[in-house]
């Protein structure tokens, strides 16, 4: 797009310097105009793209926050269940032992158990022996009651245990149905987005094409003119251009060949987390195109940020380019192409593409 764009322009310079006097005015001026408003909307749609870039980093931030919730909220669901099965065997034995308990008075009545144990009391040899008789006796009461305080006692700690586990858990629920919110939120402010995206890119086209036709009628009346031995030196504007492409194309021999290889992706859908052909995201599309080339980066565009060295003079094809800074480091990386372009993989909703340079917040050389 931005090729075509800076050869309409070099075309038109070159037009205008031959034929400065003979093109009507009219024509000039409606080709300013359209130009205007062609640079209007491809800023509109640069900028709309920028946002939606930076909503699919927050979109794959919740998406982790929500994966790791629900881990914890799995294993808070486990524990819980741990402890309601130990909650119930302690009910289990509890209700076991009282029934033993039960059967014991009711078999101490029925026995007249009680003057046994006045029969042991009272047939001790000595006081010692008495002392010891009754304590014994005393224990042989208290024995089943001292089982059913600790079983209880039990029973209160793992249920204690129990609604702090619940109380957490629900905590975790909360907060993953905010995350859920979030998202949600997220992916309508993307939708509208994606709405005004439309919208700004027909506007883009509409004047791209005004352009073609104003360039046209130039160019016809460039025809008449040329048919009537108009001189048509180049002018100083053209050849500014080719010295901007000349040293575009002058960079390392390493560098074009990532960007020759990474422009045979072009057209590739953007999938969150893509780091193949069959779906790149922005730095799984540079981490795949260097590897390719022997070179290992890291995955994540905060992370190659850091690879390299940062670029100090002019950009050379091949130059990691970064954008959207945020608090973990930049949301978003391209490749430079030369040429004030560069190579992207933009957003959900997009493919990978060549896009006219725009403001990055930094720029690191791979290759030497």
């Known amino acids: 797009m931005h ?31 359209s ?22 980093n927050e979109i794959e931030k919740i998406n982790t926050d929500i994966s790791n919730t629900g881990k914890k909220i799995s294993q808070s669901q486990d524990k819980i269940a741990e402890e309601q099965k130990k909650l119930n065997e302690s009910q289990e034995q509890m209700d076991s032992e009282q029934n033993t308990y039960m059967q014991r008075i009711k078999a101490m009545y029925m026995s007249d158990s009680d003057m046994q144990y006045l029969e042991v009391i009272l047939n001790s040899k000595s006081f010692s022996d008495l002392i010891a008789n009754v304590e014994n006796v005393k224990n042989l009461v208290q024995y089943d009651d001292n089982i059913m305080n600790n079983i209880n006692k039990q029973k209160q700690n793992i249920d204690k ?9 629900s905590k975790l629920e909360k907060l993953q149905s905010q995350n859920n919110s979030k998202l949600s939120d997220l992916k309508n402010k993307e939708a509208e987005q994606n709405k005004l995206l439309a919208s700004e890119k027909s506007e883009e086209d509409k004047h791209k094409a005004d352009m073609a036709k104003i360039q046209g009628a130039m160019d016809a009346e460039k025809k008449k003119l040329q048919a009537l031995s108009v001189p048509t ?20 021999a390493t560098g074009l060949a990532v960007v020759k290889l990474a422009s045979q992706y072009l057209g590739v859908k953007y ?16 981490q795949y195109v ?44 391209g490749i430079y192409a030369g040429d004030d372009t560069f190579i992207e993989a933009p957003h959900t909703g997009a493919n990978v593409r060549i896009s006219p340079l725009r403001d990055y917040c930094a720029a690191r050389r791979i290759i030497k």
């Open 290 to 333: 260097y590897g390719r080339l022997g070179i290992s980066l890291p995955r994540t565009s905060e992370e190659q940020v850091g690879a390299g060295s940062p670029v100090t003079g002019p950009l050379q094809p091949g130059d990691l380019l970064f954008f959207e800074p945020g608090a973990d480091g930049p949301g978003h990386v």
């Open 233 to 252: 030196a180049p002018s100083s504007g053209n050849q500014h251009a080719n010295t901007n492409i000349t040293q575009s194309s002058s960079g390392s």
């Open 35 to 56: 130009l205007q408003q062609y640079q209007n909307a491809l800023k509109g749609v640069q900028d709309i793209e920028g946002k939606i870039s930076g909503i699919d």
């Open 3 to 33: 090729k075509k764009l800076v050869s309409i322009i070099a075309a038109l310079g070159v037009t205008l310097s031959c034929t400065s006097n003979a093109l009507a005015a009219p024509l000039q001026e409606q080709y300013n105009s």
């Open 161 to 169: 245990q129990k609604k702090v586990l619940e109380a957490d858990n």
């Open 271 to 286: 999938v969150w987390g893509g780091t193949t052909p069959a779906g790149f995201d922005c730095s799984g599309l540079v």
